[in-house]
């Protein structure tokens, strides 16, 4: 019973192309957030959303387009893929937007050839 | 807005001895403290956290931290330590005001000798 998934595990693709990776929580929680690992481990995060509206947008280029379907999920797009944005993506969940710990799923790893 | 440093970037320690992984942080009040470990490959999985009342916080896997506010530092401890815990550390600080985002130090990696 995973808390927090996220589809695909691995991902590559080549410069250009637009791809989404996926993230389910089933913990019943409010918010769910996206960070990203870069090569050298340093975790930043990108957006959060709570009960489905943006609430944390972080200096992300537009080209990243997260949507969240309802509360269990939330999805991040990517638009014309560059070689820096490889790096390992994670979702994570709170129960909710402030005072509670932050549950993070296996990340997705991105690799722009 | 917050900040986190580790000032180790590697940290080797022989099985079964003690370990500490330092964490300062900068924030104008208490924040909420958090230390999560990544194992090779894996996602983050919380050791344990810090939110108010007692400082010394116990955590999972014989992990502790104890938060020291004139010093800003969370460190983790461990008395005995087993070749499985050799991973990353990750230290992180979230605001008590507004929506929480959590700001990660840069990590400290845990080599352990037989």
């Known amino acids: 019973d995973t808390a927090v998934s996220q589809t695909p595990k691995y991902l590559v693709t080549q410069m250009g192309n637009d791809k989404s990776i996926k993230c389910e929580q089933n913990l019943g929680h409010d918010t769910m957030y996206w960070y990203k690992q870069d090569s050298k481990k340093f975790l930043k995060i990108m957006f959060s959303y709570n009960n489905k509206e943006l609430i944390i947008n972080e200096t992300v280029p537009n080209r990243f387009s997260p949507k969240s379907p309802d509360k269990a999920h939330l999805n991040l797009h990517i638009n014309s893929l560059e070689l820096g944005d490889s790096a390992v993506y994670f979702c994570?969940?709170?129960?909710?937007?402030?005072?509670?710990?932050?549950?993070f799923g296996p990340g997705t790893r991105l690799t722009v050839t | 807005a917050q900040s986190v440093t580790q000032p180790d970037i590697h940290i080797t320690v022989s099985e079964g001895a003690s370990l500490e992984l330092r964490c300062n942080y900068s924030y104008g009040a208490t924040p909420y403290l958090f230390w999560y470990v990544q194992s090779p490959g894996q996602g983050l999985q919380l050791l344990l956290k810090y939110f108010s009342g007692d400082t010394l916080v116990q955590g999972i896997k014989g992990f502790e931290a104890e938060f020291k506010r004139s010093q800003s530092s969370f460190n983790l401890r461990k008395p005995s330590v087993h070749w499985s815990d050799a991973a990353e550390y990750f230290c992180a600080v979230g605001a008590r005001t507004g929506f929480q985002k959590l700001v990660f130090g840069t990590g400290t990696r845990l080599l352990v000798s037989p």
């Open positions: 994570a969940s709170s129960q909710e937007a402030s005072g509670y710990e932050q549950y």
